[in-house]
Protein backbone atom coordinates (compact mmCIF):
# COMPACT_ATOMS: atom_id res chain seq x y z
CA UNK A 1 0.00 0.00 0.00
CA UNK A 2 1.26 3.60 -1.59
CA UNK A 3 0.56 6.25 1.66
CA UNK A 4 -0.61 9.48 0.08
CA UNK A 5 1.03 12.94 1.80
CA UNK A 6 -0.43 16.17 1.38
CA UNK A 7 -3.70 17.56 0.52
CA UNK A 8 -5.99 16.80 -2.69
CA UNK A 9 -6.96 19.66 -5.18
CA UNK A 10 -10.35 19.29 -3.61
CA UNK A 11 -9.12 20.18 -0.01
CA UNK A 12 -7.21 22.99 -1.01
CA UNK A 13 -9.88 24.57 -3.57
CA UNK A 14 -12.15 24.29 -0.33
CA UNK A 15 -9.69 26.06 1.63
CA UNK A 16 -8.97 28.84 -0.51
CA UNK A 17 -12.42 29.31 -1.29
CA UNK A 18 -13.24 29.67 2.53
CA UNK A 19 -10.17 32.23 2.36
CA UNK A 20 -11.25 34.22 -0.26
CA UNK A 21 -14.88 34.78 1.85
CA UNK A 22 -12.82 35.80 5.01
CA UNK A 23 -10.87 37.71 3.20
CA UNK A 24 -14.09 40.03 1.19
CA UNK A 25 -16.17 40.21 4.33
CA UNK A 26 -13.12 41.25 6.02
CA UNK A 27 -12.82 44.09 3.56
CA UNK A 28 -16.07 44.64 3.17
CA UNK A 29 -16.30 45.26 6.71
CA UNK A 30 -13.73 47.96 6.83
CA UNK A 31 -15.12 49.99 3.98
CA UNK A 32 -18.39 49.99 6.09
CA UNK A 33 -16.29 50.90 8.70
CA UNK A 34 -14.60 53.89 7.22
CA UNK A 35 -17.67 55.22 5.65
CA UNK A 36 -19.65 55.04 9.22
CA UNK A 37 -16.45 57.12 10.79
CA UNK A 38 -16.75 59.90 8.06
CA UNK A 39 -20.44 60.16 8.52
CA UNK A 40 -19.79 60.31 12.61
CA UNK A 41 -17.53 62.88 12.05
CA UNK A 42 -19.88 64.60 9.50
CA UNK A 43 -22.48 64.66 11.84
CA UNK A 44 -19.92 65.74 14.95
CA UNK A 45 -18.89 68.94 12.74
CA UNK A 46 -22.49 69.91 12.03
CA UNK A 47 -23.67 70.01 15.81
CA UNK A 48 -20.90 71.58 16.68
CA UNK A 49 -21.85 74.22 14.23
CA UNK A 50 -25.34 74.56 15.34
CA UNK A 51 -24.45 74.91 18.69
CA UNK A 52 -22.29 77.38 18.12
CA UNK A 53 -25.16 79.35 15.65
CA UNK A 54 -27.65 78.32 18.58
CA UNK A 55 -25.85 80.74 21.23
CA UNK A 56 -25.65 83.48 18.34
CA UNK A 57 -29.63 83.00 18.38
CA UNK A 58 -30.38 82.70 21.85
CA UNK A 59 -28.32 86.16 22.87
CA UNK A 60 -29.82 87.89 19.41
CA UNK A 61 -32.65 90.32 20.80
CA UNK A 62 -35.98 88.92 20.87
CA UNK A 63 -37.41 91.86 18.59
CA UNK A 64 -34.68 91.13 15.96
CA UNK A 65 -35.83 87.43 15.71
CA UNK A 66 -39.02 88.79 13.51
CA UNK A 67 -36.43 90.25 11.02
CA UNK A 68 -36.37 88.40 8.07
CA UNK A 69 -32.49 90.40 7.32
CA UNK A 70 -31.70 88.44 10.44
CA UNK A 71 -33.07 84.93 9.52
CA UNK A 72 -29.68 83.07 8.44
CA UNK A 73 -27.27 82.28 9.95
CA UNK A 74 -25.82 84.48 12.56
CA UNK A 75 -22.05 83.33 12.74
CA UNK A 76 -19.35 84.82 11.32
CA UNK A 77 -17.09 82.39 10.76
CA UNK A 78 -18.95 78.71 9.16
CA UNK A 79 -15.22 77.52 8.21
CA UNK A 80 -15.85 74.86 11.09
CA UNK A 81 -18.23 73.64 8.10
CA UNK A 82 -16.23 73.49 5.45
CA UNK A 83 -15.24 69.68 5.11
CA UNK A 84 -19.25 69.18 4.26
CA UNK A 85 -18.95 71.44 1.61
CA UNK A 86 -20.93 71.65 -0.69
CA UNK A 87 -23.34 72.68 2.58
CA UNK A 88 -26.55 75.00 2.96
CA UNK A 89 -28.04 76.30 6.03
CA UNK A 90 -31.37 77.87 6.77
CA UNK A 91 -33.36 79.31 9.50
CA UNK A 92 -37.03 78.76 10.10
CA UNK A 93 -38.75 80.95 12.52
CA UNK A 94 -42.40 80.02 14.00
CA UNK A 95 -44.70 82.61 16.30
CA UNK A 96 -46.46 79.78 17.90
CA UNK A 97 -47.34 82.52 20.52
CA UNK A 98 -47.06 86.46 20.36
CA UNK A 99 -44.14 85.76 23.07
CA UNK A 100 -42.80 82.81 21.93
CA UNK A 101 -40.37 82.05 18.65
CA UNK A 102 -39.41 78.52 17.34
CA UNK A 103 -35.96 79.17 15.82
CA UNK A 104 -35.01 76.01 13.84
CA UNK A 105 -31.56 75.68 12.65
CA UNK A 106 -30.65 73.45 9.81
CA UNK A 107 -27.65 72.13 7.94
CA UNK A 108 -27.60 70.32 4.81
CA UNK A 109 -24.51 68.78 3.01
CA UNK A 110 -23.65 65.86 1.11
CA UNK A 111 -26.67 64.09 -1.15
CA UNK A 112 -29.33 63.99 1.81
CA UNK A 113 -27.39 64.59 5.18
CA UNK A 114 -29.02 66.75 7.20
CA UNK A 115 -28.97 68.23 11.18
CA UNK A 116 -30.75 70.13 13.05
CA UNK A 117 -31.63 71.96 16.00
CA UNK A 118 -34.68 73.97 17.39
CA UNK A 119 -34.33 76.51 20.32
CA UNK A 120 -37.73 78.13 21.98
CA UNK A 121 -37.32 82.03 22.73
CA UNK A 122 -39.73 83.46 25.10
CA UNK A 123 -39.78 87.28 25.45
CA UNK A 124 -39.18 88.09 29.06
CA UNK A 125 -38.55 91.44 28.76
CA UNK A 126 -34.98 91.27 29.85
CA UNK A 127 -31.66 91.26 27.78
CA UNK A 128 -30.76 88.33 25.59
CA UNK A 129 -28.85 86.91 27.75
CA UNK A 130 -32.06 85.82 29.95
Known amino acids: MHRSRGFSLAEVLVALAILAIVITTTIAMFAER ?18 NEAEYWRRLDFAAIDDPAQQKFQSPDLSVLAPLAPYSTSVKVETPQPDVRNVTLTIR ?22
Open 34 to 51: TKRMREASETIIAYQALS
Open 109 to 130: WATNREARLAIARANTGGTGLW
